[in-house]
């Protein structure tokens, strides 16, 4: 379960410049992806304040902080600061006065700058943010983009999901990660899933070893992270078992409270699986798009029966 993520990282990804270097970031930490515009509290009003949020001053909140006087911002940075936020982030070509940078390096506070506009700004932070600190769990299998869908493969182990991952990348699609996924769930609806560092690019190959997916194939057979859409699960066939021919009724597996599609698909000597799980990712799309082959297959069935019957019955 990811919980916080270090202000060190977030600055690096925001490409962020570090206007008090001299402060050591070693254990300052962010714990919310929700993030705070301290307007109200510039006055002066620090009832409900959310200092745990990272605080970000556009230019409105500039502009008055200009409108004010030298003692008058000197108060409310005293005490703005007393709270102890996680940093502050200058946007819109805004810089922190001299009081501020005295202040913050008293209070040890992290002051940060960028050009870019607030509004994009605070978009592109919580959207990092939301991912960083989404509740993560780590399972066996491989992730694939095919056509767009998030493919996850599962199964026993050596039971074929890397060489399946393999021919899919040479097919033209993309490798997210093999062996070990990390799935976050970054909305009600949405699990994303990404490769540990160590691991990213690589696939195992019994009787071979590792390969580098990117260095043999090159940058576009490889993704940094995917949306889980499919998920496939590879078995031993077993004769004795029913499996689904149809596909009318769908069936779930769930990962942290969210629900996917998912297909048990036999093993078997001779089945390609690389078509397989091509056929499964755009028939799932298609499904999504509304059209379902097997409720259409069922319908002309009933339609057929319908048919036969008032024939027989003499009303045609």
């Known amino acids: 379960m990811a919980s916080s993520v270090t202000i060190a990282r977030m600055a690096e990804k925001m490409k962020l ?25 510039l006055t002066g009003f620090f009832d409900h304040f959310y200092s745990e ?7 409105v909140e500039y502009t008055y902080l200009q409108s004010i006087t030298r003692e008058q911002k000197a108060q409310v940075y005293e005490k703005f600061l007393s709270y102890h936020v996680p940093c502050i982030i200058y946007t819109t070509q805004t810089k922190p006065d001299e009081d501020m940078l005295r202040l913050a390096l008293q209070y040890e506070v992290p002051i940060f700058v960028t050009d870019a506009s607030t509004s994009a700004f605070m978009a592109e932070i919580i959207r990092w943010l939301n991912v960083e600190l989404a509740p993560c769990i780590s399972i066996h299998g491989v992730l694939v983009d095919v056509y767009g869908e998030g493919v996850l493969i599962m199964g026993e182990s050596g039971i074929g999901k890397s060489e399946a991952a393999l021919e899919l990348v040479k097919r033209g699609h993309r490798l997210v990660t093999d062996d070990v996924v990390e799935i976050r769930k970054v909305s009600d ?14 696939i195992e190959l019994r009787g071979i070893g ?3 997916v990117k260095t043999l194939f090159g940058v576009e057979s490889v993704k940094k992270t995917q949306s889980i859409d499919l998920v496939i699960k590879l078995e031993e066939w077993n004769r004795d078992r029913e499996y689904d021919r149809l596909g009318l009724e769908e069936e779930y597996t769930e990962f942290l409270g969210n629900r996917v599609v998912c297909h048990s698909l036999p093993i078997r000597p001779g ?16 499904k999504r798009m509304g059209y379902n082959a097997a409720r259409e297959l069922y319908n002309r069935v009933q339609n057929s029966l ?5 024939e027989k019955e003499g009303w045609i």
């Open 271 to 286: 089945r390609n699986l690389a078509v397989i799980v091509e056929v499964a990712a755009v028939n799932h799309r298609q």
């Open 17 to 41: 410049t570090n206007v008090l270097p001299q402060i050591d970031m070693t254990g300052k930490r962010i714990v919310t992806s929700e993030i705070n515009r301290p307007a109200i509290q």
């Open 306 to 310: 319908t048919r036969n019957k008032e």
């Open 189 to 202: 609806d949405t699990l994303v899933g990404t490769a540990p560092d160590i691991t990213r690019h690589f």
């Open 53 to 59: 949020r990272v605080q970000i001053i556009g230019y």
């Open 210 to 212: 590792i390969i580098d």
